[in-house]
């Protein structure tokens, strides 16, 4: 079936020639109206000039997707210009939609199923809190992750989460205890891209992860974070509220480290574990999930962060950070920050370096006062800058002469 027409004006002056036009394959053209497969049709100048003359454009093409090219417009010793066309020839669309029911469900994945409609394949659409409120547009190629917030994302906050002929997804990269709407849209394409054919309004249905955090200990050695094999139990689609725990009692280097959120952190029983960040400028931000102190290093224990590739460890608001141990930033730009006043505390007995090659300020700019130091705890300062606003003293003499003799030897404490 032939598109809707489009216009077009053409004119000429100081012409030496007549004006042929001709469009490209599966186009057609006509000055009057009457389309005839008769193609190129010409423009007869008179005195050098055609006056401006309307060309009525449309598609008329049986192949299937992008059909798209240029009418040409020649006459001897002129500019020859074109005019670019592209339309989409559409598979036929579909007639019954597809119904969604849920599979299983964890903090961080749901099983969505889809069965029931007449298409050759179906695209499934994800978005947190409220309804999917954009449809996939004809004609359009559309990419999936099953990682939610990874495939191409449709209006504002709609994520392509699965296309293709099959019946059911896992869905991944979910927020615990957040609900999740979804709607799925049938539609034929006849194995040709830019030939989608969307069956609209889509089968829509929600549903909750669970918000039940799991407990996951280091098996790795030194490992990556990301291999789920170095987590027991085997840590395959990591949540918002997963409890992480490095207590083996050895010394570990865990490397490729993400940009994650977590609810909990914890070193003990003499475990030394040294964080490699995966990519520059990316944190690890915990969020709590029990009620216990958020991140803790035991009085036996050391938690490192050092790389030249600059890594944070962020503390949300509400989360409590407890150090009996010893903390170390080196290498590069690291942080260890809270979003609360008071919301990290440094025990008697408890250490923090801003080592070799660290930059920066340990704590950050945020918040005022969201790290204690309580009396007995040390700052060792050998690089990086300092700024005292950012950290409560609390009866600190021995805190205050540790960080000035190591800073600046010259200095005395007050």
């Known amino acids: 079936m032939p598109s809707a027409v489009q216009t077009y004006t053409v004119d000429g002056t100081d012409l030496t020639a007549d004006i042929s036009i001709a469009p490209p394959t599966g186009y057609e053209i006509s000055p009057t109206g009457a389309f005839t497969p008769t193609n190129p049709i010409t423009l007869t100048q008179t005195a050098g000039t055609v006056a401006s003359t309307t060309i009525q454009v449309r598609m008329n093409s049986a192949a299937l997707g992008v059909n798209a090219g240029n009418i040409t417009h020649t006459s001897a010793g002129s500019n020859d210009p074109d005019v670019a066309v592209t339309g989409n020839v559409l598979a036929p669309e579909p007639t019954i939609q597809s119904t969604i029911t ?10 969505v199923n889809f069965a029931g409609g007449n298409g050759a394949n179906r695209i499934l659409v994800a978005k947190a809190l409220t309804a999917v409120d954009s449809d996939p547009v004809d004609g359009t190629t559309y990419t999936a992750n099953s990682i939610f917030g990874s495939g191409t994302q449709i209006g504002t906050g709609n994520y392509v989460v699965y296309v293709g002929a099959g019946n059911t997804q896992l869905v991944s990269g979910l927020t615990a205890g957040t609900t999740y709407h979804f709607a799925v849209y049938e539609f034929n394409d006849g194995a040709t891209a830019g030939a989608e054919n969307y069956l609209i309004p889509g089968g829509t249905g929600n549903q909750a992860t669970i918000d039940v955090p799991v407990i996951y200990t280091w098996i790795g ?8 094999t170095n987590w027991a139990p085997t840590r395959l689609f990591p949540a918002t509220n997963d409890i992480l725990l490095f207590l083996d009692g050895t010394t570990e280097i865990v490397t490729n480290v993400p940009n994650q959120t977590i609810g909990q952190l914890h070193v003990s029983l003499g475990t030394q574990v040294t964080l490699w960040a995966a990519v520059s400028s990316t944190a690890l931000t915990i969020t709590g999930s029990i009620a ?15 790389s030249p590739i600059g890594y944070s460890i962020n503390l949300a608001t509400g989360t409590t950070g407890v150090i009996d141990g010893m903390i170390t930033l080196k290498g590069g730009i690291h942080k260890l920050t809270s979003a609360d006043a008071g919301g990290i505390t440094f025990n008697s007995g408890a250490s923090c370096t801003a ?6 300020n340990a704590f950050g700019s945020g918040t005022a006062n969201s790290v204690i130091f309580t009396s007995g705890s040390v700052y060792h300062h050998v690089s990086g800058v300092i700024l005292f606003h950012w950290v409560s003293l609390h009866q600190l003499w021995f805190f205050k002469r540790e960080v000035y003799s190591e800073w600046n030897p010259m200095l005395r404490p007050l």
């Open 102 to 111: 849920f599979g299983a469900v964890t903090n961080s994945t749901i099983v």
């Open 292 to 306: 216990l102190d958020d991140l803790t290093v035991d009085a036996t224990s050391g938690l490192t962060i050092d």
């Open 355 to 360: 080592g070799t090659g660290f930059s920066g």
């Open 221 to 228: 050695g030194t490992g990556q974070w990301i291999t789920a």
